[in-house]
């Protein structure tokens, strides 16, 4: 069965950096693309990219631009996603979700907390 | 770059029908397809209707998604409702391959 494990929470200074990673079992990782999607407390989903695990370049959310990389280990078919410069406002649960036809599998979220 | 609007929040009660909009802000609604997410405090999100109006399987078909061109707007609607159904709902689409959220509805069956 398919299984997206990501890394446990974390808690991070303003200014840091962090980077979360994703575990893909059950399927063929290079297969399918993952999206990455976060959600702040008392906030709605927000969109953040999108990789393709066999290559290429990512697509980043023009909001995010400058400040986030993701990237792929095919070897470990682990999905990593890289947020930089961080500030209170980055302290939000991180998803990875894996894109067939629509998002089929999702992990289950990383809290990352951004505080002094 | 397009918004998604979406009511803040609906209410209903069980047994009864929902419908939750999605208004999208510029281009065309049906240009590009809508997705709606549901996501329940605690747990990850789900899809419950992609392609404007496609149901995973295992999700039941009281949930079902429409689109209407005459008012650019998508929408989720659920019938015969649940109290598991409270939750929050999320439509989404994109444009040049960037993915736009809405900013979710939050459902309450009472």
């Known amino acids: 069965q398919v299984h997206l494990v990501q890394s446990g929470a974390e808690v991070k200074k303003p200014g840091a950096s962090m980077k979360v990673s994703c575990e893909a079992s059950?399927?063929?990782?290079?297969?399918?693309?993952i999206h990455w999607v976060r959600q702040a407390p008392g906030q709605g989903l927000e969109w953040m990219g999108i990789?393709?695990?066999?290559?290429?370049?990512?697509r980043y959310a023009q909001k995010f631009q400058g400040r986030v990389t993701m990237t792929s280990d095919t070897s470990a078919s682990t999905v990593y996603m890289e947020l930089r410069n961080l500030r209170s406002e980055d302290t939000a649960v991180y998803y990875c979700?894996?894109?067939?036809?629509?998002?089929?599998?999702w992990g289950q979220g990383t809290l990352v907390t951004v505080s002094s | 770059n397009f918004m998604l609007t979406q009511p803040h929040s609906v209410s209903e009660s069980p047994g009864k029908t929902v419908t939750i909009s999605c208004t999208r802000s510029?281009?065309?609604?049906?240009?590009?397809?809508v997705q709606w997410y549901q996501h329940r405090p605690g747990s990850s999100p789900t899809t419950v209707i992609y392609?404007?109006?496609?149901?995973p399987s295992g999700v039941p078909d009281r949930f079902s998604g429409s689109i209407d061109s005459s008012s650019n707007s998508a929408s989720l609607t659920i019938s015969g409702l649940k109290t598991e159904d409270e939750a929050d709902y999320y439509c989404?689409?994109?444009?040049?391959?960037?993915?736009?959220f809405g900013g979710g509805t939050r459902l309450t069956v009472l």
């Open positions: 989404q689409s994109s444009d040049r391959g960037k993915w736009v």
């Open positions: 059950g399927y063929t990782f290079i297969n399918y693309y």
């Open positions: 979700a894996r894109w067939g036809y629509y998002l089929d599998f």
């Open positions: 392609e404007n109006k496609q149901r």
């Open positions: 990789i393709n695990p066999s290559g290429g370049s990512p």
């Open positions: 510029s281009g065309s609604i049906a240009s590009v397809y």
